[in-house]
């Protein structure tokens, strides 16, 4: 079975920085792609960052240059290095796995079918 579990949520303010970590358990990260969705109240969920098996990795536009997706395959676990946070960057973060193919410029892969609970994240200005 397989279990996600997310932690590093909090409240900053604009500027400051956060790092998600993302426990995987029942999969394993080495062979498919890991990746950081976010949903915002009353918006969709949309990716973030995504890493796949070869460590190349794909970020949404709003995020290119502040956020940085890594994983430790020995550690299984999959990480977020959030830098410059801003207003809208708040929001609901979910880590996923699966599938094994980059979406360019989208932050996710094909065919993620796992997710975690979620860890909230609060940027205020």
């Known amino acids: 079975q397989v279990q996600l579990v997310e932690s590093g949520g909090g409240s900053v303010q604009a500027g400051g920085s956060l790092r998600l970590s993302c426990a995987a358990s029942g999969v394993s990260l080495r062979r498919y792609c890991g990746a950081w969705f976010r949903q915002a109240p009353g918006k969709e969920r949309e990716g973030v960052a995504a890493?796949?098996?070869?460590?190349?990795?794909s970020y949404t536009d709003a995020v290119k240059g502040r956020f940085t997706i890594s994983k430790d395959n020995d550690k299984n676990t999959l990480y977020l290095q959030m830098n410059n946070l801003k207003p809208e960057d708040s929001g609901m973060y979910y880590c996923a796995t699966g599938g094994d193919t980059l979406v360019p410029d989208r932050g996710s892969c094909y065919g993620m079918d796992d997710w975690g609970k979620g860890t909230l994240v609060t940027i205020s200005s």
């Open positions: 890493v796949d098996d070869y460590g190349s990795t």
